[in-house]
Each structure stands twice: as structure tokens, then as C-alpha cells.
């Protein structure tokens, strides 16, 4: 029997027609590795920063709502939202680990909605977010890579903080090994 990752794959789901979906699959795959990691975590190593000047899991949490807030809730969706990008990486502490969970869980799930929403919307469909010309395609693609960008670093500050925990695997075999 092989092993099986402890979060939902995008690639164990099989393949979509609709890069909306997979971008919704994915981000919900990057949640749950998120919300995986911090559960190993207590409130001290949450804020910890391996250098003065470096981001705390906390503060890359917190970076992830600002935005997937701003480039898919707002840009994409259309929901009013004002960004504060420097708090996002100047908190230290706060808020706690249970807010900040279900903060991300919240802005995850409304992200999905969006994407689950867009039905016929034009992908093409120019945008400009953050004084860059994109479009709803390039918007949703910034978003996942981010976040999937963001999720690596978050997980391996979490084992860098862990590193006796040899059950922390989130990818323990490929189906082809």
C-alpha cells in the first residue's frame, strides 16, 4: 500500500477543463498544508524569525490574506478591500494562531467562491492591480503561484523549527515510485 499525503492533493483529484478550478483546487490544497503545519506549532514559534530582518510564519499568514484578498477578492471579484502590505509584515505576536487559521481558511474559501463563480467571464478581461496591467487569467495565476511560493516557505520554517519530526511529510511517495 503506498502512503498517502495527510492534505488533499491537487493531483490526486484527476484533471480539470477548467484552469479556475484547478486554481481553486490548489489553493485549498495550500490552505490545508498551511493550517498542517501551524498545528504543529505553538504561539512563540508562530512569531519566530530565523534573523531580525526575516518574516515570521505569522507575518507570511497574514501576507497570504492581504493577497489573495487583493488580487482575487478585489480584483478579480470585485470586492471592496484596502490593503495594509506593511502591517502584514511588521506584526509580531499577533494576531494568535486560531485567528489567524481561520482568517486564511476565510479568505481561501471566499477565493473559491470567486473562481467557482466566474462561469463565462473572459479570462482576457484587463485588470490593473497593484499598478501592474494584467488580466483575470494573470490575476488568478499571480495568485496560486504566490501562495504556493509563500505555502514552501512557511512549511520549511516550520521544520526548521521541528527537526526531529520525521512524521512531518507531505508528499511521503509519488504514485510512480
Known sequence: MEPTSPVGLALDQGPLSSFTRLAARYLREYREKIELGLSRLDEEQLWWRPRLEANSIGNLVLHLEGNLSLWILSAVGGL??????????????????????????????????????????????????????????????????????????????????????????????????
Do not use: W
Request: proline content about 4%.
Open 80 to 177: 471592496p478591500y484596502e490593503r495594509d502590505r506593511r502591517a502584514e509584515f511588521e506584526a509580531d505576536g499577533m494576531p494568535g494562531k486560531q485567528e489567524l487559521l481561520r482568517r486564511l481558511k476565510v479568505v481561501v474559501a471566499r477565493c473559491i467562491e470567486i473562481l467557482d463563480d466566474l462561469g463565462n467571464t473572459t479570462l482576457s478581461t484587463h485588470l490593473e492591480v497593484q499598478g501592474y496591467e494584467t488580466n483575470i487569467l494573470g490575476a488568478i495565476f499571480h495568485a496560486t503561484e504566490h501562495t504556493s511560493y509563500h505555502t514552501g516557505q512557511i512549511l520549511y520554517l516550520v521544520k526548521v523549527q521541528l527537526p526531529d519530526d520525521a512524521t512531518f511529510e507531505l508528499y511521503p511517495q509519488h504514485r510512480s515510485e
